[in-house]
Nanobody, 122 residues
Framework: QVQLVESGGGLVQAGGSLRLSCAAS????????MGWFRQAPGKEREFVVA????????YYADSVKGRFTISRDNAKNTVYLQMNKMKPEDTAVYYC???????????????WGQGTQVTVSS
C-alpha cells in the first residue's frame, strides 16, 4: 500500500511559477512509476506528466511541454512538479499517482493522492 500526499498548491499570477511535491509512504517508492494529473471544474481528469521509476523517462502532455518539469528523489520518496510560465488554463486540482510497472500516460495508476488546488489568475 502506498499513500500519497501532495503539497505546494496555491494561487499564482499568469506567467508565474509553482512547485508541487508529492510525498509517498512505503519502502518501495523507487519501484513505482509516478504521474501527475489534473482536473479542472466541469472537466474530466487529464494526464499532465509522468516519470518512470528511475527518472530516466518522462512524458508530458502537449499543453505543458516546455513549461512543466517532473523530477523525483527516491531517497526522499518524493516526486516534484515544477510549473513555470503558468497560464489561467492550468487552473485545476492536481493529483499525484503511483503505479507498479511501466510508466503510462493513461489513468491506469494504482494509488492516488487527494489533490492540491492550483489557481492561476489572469
Amino acid at each position: 500500500q502506498v499513500q500519497l500526499v501532495e503539497s505546494g498548491g496555491g494561487l499564482v499570477q499568469a506567467g508565474g511559477s509553482l512547485r508541487l511535491s508529492c510525498a509517498a509512504s512505503g519502502r518501495t517508492f523507487s519501484t513505482y512509476a509516478m504521474g501527475w494529473f489534473r482536473q479542472a471544474p466541469g472537466k474530466e481528469r487529464e494526464f499532465v506528466v509522468a516519470i518512470n521509476w528511475g527518472g530516466s523517462m518522462t512524458y508530458y502532455a502537449d499543453s505543458v511541454k516546455g513549461r512543466f518539469t517532473i523530477s523525483r528523489d527516491n531517497a526522499k520518496n518524493t516526486v516534484y512538479l515544477q510549473m513555470n510560465k503558468m497560464k489561467p488554463e492550468d487552473t485545476a486540482v492536481y493529483y499525484c499517482a503511483a503505479r507498479k510497472g511501466p510508466v503510462v500516460t493513461t489513468n491506469r495508476y494504482d494509488y492516488w493522492g487527494q489533490g492540491t488546488q492550483v489557481t492561476v489568475s489572469s
